[in-house]
């Protein structure tokens, strides 16, 4: 029984337009469209939105399936998010009513609305992180970092923490699916029975990936020491991070998407 995707967050080696850009573009282009997912608030809107990361996604040469398997592990939250909204939503049209909920026209379109954005958004950073090495987006947190290193802020180190968090999502995944297969191969169930029995053996899988968590950091810690690894200023880097034509190319046209963004959703478009 597999109930988790192997690449959730895994970095998938390519030589594509997308693998190819400078790291610190990718960060803040995709961050800055991950960001405008919110302002979106048109049919218009949304499908401008979606053909562009279908775009991005066929540009990076990422299989859909691989995205997918990124993304799915949020679809019950927001599932959940969208028969809240649903039901919770007032305006339109009354198309159904059941004690205190309330279905309407308005409470479809926000419940797909909130769905989808959120799903958009997830994708784009799946696909920062599936296109990105780990060791490049420790570069590029740095470099972008390093201006607020004047005031104290030790950029190099916090880099290398949102780096380390990012690796470690595709191992706790892999470790979560081989104790949930564990868990299963001496009967554990985890789609069937009541509430209560699910909790338990959520539970479970929780407790051993938490203590594997810790073992991992505790590893993670002593083989930096054993290195006499000295993060901060004076460090060199293998790769120099430079920007270049396409850098900006890409660049101008998420600058392009985005103004159309913002323009759609302020003409109610």
């Known amino acids: 029984m597999t109930l988790l995707a192997s690449p959730i967050g895994r970095y998938q080696p390519g030589a594509s337009l997308v693998h190819r850009l400078d790291a610190r573009v990718k960060v803040i282009c995709l961050m800055v469209l991950v960001i405008l997912m919110v302002t979106v608030t048109t049919p218009t809107g949304l499908a401008l939105a979606a053909t562009g990361i279908l775009a991005l996604i066929a540009a990076s040469h990422v299989a859909p399936k691989i995205i997918w398997a990124s993304v799915r ?4 939250f927001v599932a959940f998010v969208a028969v809240f909204n649903l039901f919770m939503a007032r305006g339109g049209t009354t198309l159904a009513q059941l004690g205190l909920l309330t279905l309407t026209t308005e409470g479809i379109w926000i419940a797909s609305l909130y769905a ?19 060791t490049a987006l420790t570069d590029a947190f740095e470099s972008l970092l390093s201006p607020l290193g004047h005031l104290g802020l030790p950029a190099h180190e916090i880099s290398m923490v949102l780096s380390l968090a990012l690796r470690f999502v595709p191992v706790l995944a892999d470790e979560a699916q081989s104790i949930m297969d564990a868990q ?5 169930s985890f789609e069937e029975g009541g509430l209560a029995n699910r ?3 959520i539970g479970a899988v929780l407790v051993p990936m938490f203590a594997g968590a810790i073992r991992h950091a505790d590893n993670l810690s002593r083989a930096l020491d054993a290195r006499c690894y000295e993060g901060g200023a004076g460090r060199t880097h293998y790769h120099e991070q430079r920007i270049r034509p396409r850098d900006i190319a890409f660049a101008a046209a998420c600058a392009l998407w985005s103004a159309c963004l913002i323009a759609l959703s302020a003409l109610g478009i």
């Open 184 to 188: 299963a191969a001496r009967g554990a």
């Open 116 to 134: 989808v954005r959120l799903l958009m958004a997830v994708a784009l950073g799946a696909l920062l992180l599936l296109t990105t090495t780990p």
């Open 73 to 76: 592990p949020i679809v019950p």
């Open 199 to 201: 909790v338990r053996a």
